[in-house]
């Protein structure tokens, strides 16, 4: 990584150019308390690139909203799930032992809204309000499944 010009800062390296960071999350790879179910290849010109499954995705998604009330990461969610195959069985599954059966009201209630509009503040009607966080959080950029 620093022979492409990132530096280390802790667990994340940072490059001078670019707003954004990058971690490697120590292994297993997990999403909550349970582990990734499936890691998706897509070949590219310049290697192989390794990404967790769409269902795995909007998990991880789903997670930051229920844990820190992040909104941006309610709404890369919903993206997901309109736009790739998701199980969302699994998704409910993976929910009742987190103990956020109740929070994934507003991941279904978003999905039956059909929106596409970011969701900018915390009075985003399909979100039940005794289910909307009180303040937005930070961001997260993540690449989510293929096909």
């Keep these: 990584m620093q022979a492409i010009g990132f530096r280390e800062e ?3 390296f940072r490059h001078p150019d670019s707003p954004h960071v990058i971690e ?6 997990a999403i909550g308390g349970h582990p990734v179910g499936r890691v998706e290849e897509m070949r590219l010109a310049t290697g192989r690139l390794r990404i967790i499954s769409p269902t795995d995705c909007v998990k991880d998604r789903l997670a930051a909203y229920f844990h820190w009330g992040d909104l941006q990461s309610l709404h890369q969610a919903l993206q997901v799930a309109r736009r790739r ?3 969302l069985q699994e998704v409910r599954t993976w929910s009742r032992p987190e103990g956020t059966l109740r929070e994934l009201e507003a991941f279904a209630a978003g999905l ?3 929106t596409d509009e970011p969701i900018r503040t915390c009075e985003a009607p399909f979100i039940p309000r005794a289910l909307r966080p009180p303040f937005r959080v ?3 950029a993540l690449i ?3 096909k």
């Excluded at 490697?24 to 790879?29: D, E, R, S, V």
């Design 10 to 12: 802790t667990r994340y």
């Design 24 to 29: 490697f999350p120590p292994g297993p790879l």
């Design 85 to 87: 195959k998701v199980n």
């Design 112 to 114: 039956k809204a059909e």
């Design 138 to 140: 930070g961001t997260m």
């Design 144 to 146: 989510c499944g293929t």
